[in-house]
């Protein structure tokens, strides 16, 4: 379950017409390679992201990362050719050895919603105090 919601995979709870993301992966990259320098001449990309990054507020402040957000912000978003075959390139990544996993962007679908009668509340869960970019 995620933020109240249980997360199925297209194709058994609910289909849909593409599991992923055309020309998206998720690639997570070894400590100690950057993903510039891992792909180098491996794979032509037009893009890559982080799909984590960790907020300051804005502050010059250090923030030292716990060890499961230094994992996180090793993980990108790698745009890609749409035309290309994205699971046989996931597998090409994969094999390289700046690489610790590389996969489709999986489409995921909410496949129920909590029986809260408040869930929807714009108080609850501490929604109110979020702006989300406002």
């Known amino acids: 379950?995620?933020?109240?919601?249980t997360i199925g995979?297209?194709?058994?709870?609910?289909?849909c017409e593409s599991e992923f993301v055309?020309?998206?992966?998720?690639?997570?990259?070894?400590e100690g390679f950057s993903p510039e320098n891992a792909l180098e001449g491996k794979v032509d990309y037009e893009k890559i992201e982080k799909v984590f990054s960790k907020s300051t507020g804005g502050g010059k402040q250090k923030v030292k990362e716990s060890k499961e957000e230094k994992a996180l912000s090793r993980t990108h978003r790698v745009i890609?050719?749409?035309?290309a075959?994205?699971?046989k390139v996931a597998e090409d990544l994969e094999a390289l050895p700046g690489v610790e996993y590389a996969e489709p962007n999986y489409i995921r679908y909410p496949t129920?919603?909590?029986n809260d009668p408040y869930f929807s509340s714009?108080?609850?869960w501490g929604?109110?105090?979020t702006t989300c970019g406002e």
């Open 85 to 87: 075959d994205i699971k």
């Open 122 to 124: 714009v108080n609850s």
């Open 1 to 5: 379950m995620v933020g109240g919601f």
């Open 9 to 15: 995979f297209p194709g058994k709870a609910g289909a």
């Open 112 to 114: 129920m919603v909590p």
């Open 22 to 30: 055309e020309g998206e992966l998720i690639v997570k990259f070894k």
């Open 80 to 83: 890609i050719d749409k035309k």
């Open 127 to 129: 929604r109110a105090m």
